[in-house]
T-cell receptor, first 115, second 113 residues
Framework: EAGVTQFPSHSVIEKGQTVTLRCDPISGHDNLYWYRRVMGKEIKFLLHFVKESKQDESGMPNNRFLAERTGGTYSTLKVQPAELEDSGVYFC?????????????FGEGSRLTVL | GESVGLHLPTLSVQEGDNSIINCAYSNSASDYFIWYKQESGKGPQFIIDIRSNMDKRQGQRVTVLLNKTVKHLSLQIAATQPGDSAVYFCAENSGGSNYKLTFGKGTLLTVNP
């Protein structure tokens, strides 16, 4: 069975441009999470979807970030316009259970470099 | 704010030795903790978890210890192998029932053959 897949693996853009990251969770996982790690910092929670609904988006840094999960399957995270401080690795994760305790599966991440 | 941190950023051990990676947490209300392993170019991989009603949990070659009195978490790896070389993160479920994890900075474990 395929794990969590993310695309692209690496994106290099200029400040002010737009980038869209995509995540395909494990089939059947209703819960989808976005996390990110910026240089030198810890991995930080961004938001949580349950199916197509945003359950918790308290970690989204500002309104330049827009996450969607239309149809409750794959999710996209758009950064528009990108700033230098957005550079980092964006991880997607999915879980079958809503309650913490089941395993949370992470993708390999999408590395974003903003020049 | 509440945070989870690691005492040692790097740890170097000889193959076959036991490794101990430590983590301090500050949110006394946290009730669930996870250790993740991250290899280069990959995402965090679940190793072992523990709930706050336990003080020890064992897996295959790994043991997690939780000391709620001093808010300390540790990961012990027995007979460390070169394949164990990676960055290890502790993570804390920062309240609520979903996976809103708070991660530590990570410890780089290097296993020398």
């Amino acid at each position: 069975e395929a794990g969590v897949t993310q695309f692209p693996s690496h994106s290099v853009i200029e400040k002010g441009q737009t980038v869209t990251l995509r995540c395909d969770p494990i089939s059947g996982h209703d819960n989808l999470y976005w996390y990110r790690r910026v240089m030198g910092k810890e991995i930080k929670f961004l938001l949580h979807f349950v199916k197509e609904s945003k359950q918790d988006e308290s970690g989204m840094p500002n309104n330049r970030f827009l996450a969607e999960r239309t149809g409750g399957t794959y999710s996209t995270l758009k950064v528009q316009p990108a700033e230098l401080e957005d550079s980092g690795v964006y991880f997607c994760a999915s879980s079958q259970l809503y309650l913490a305790g089941g395993e949370l599966f992470f993708g390999e991440g999408s590395r974003l470099t903003v020049l | 704010g509440e945070s989870v941190g690691l005492h040692l950023p790097t740890l170097s051990v000889q193959e076959g030795d036991n490794s101990i990676i430590n983590c301090a947490y500050s949110n006394s209300a946290s009730d669930y903790f996870i250790w993740y392993k991250q290899e280069s170019g990959k995402g965090p991989q679940f190793i072992i978890d523990i709930r706050s009603n336990m003080d020890k949990r064992q897996g295959q070659r790994v043991t997690v210890l939780l000391n709620k009195t001093v808010k300390h978490l540790s990961l012990q790896i027995a007979a460390t192998q070169p394949g164990d070389s990676a960055v290890y993160f502790c993570a804390e479920n920062s309240g609520g029932s979903n996976y809103k994890l708070t991660f530590g900075k990570g410890t780089l474990l290097t296993v020398n053959p």
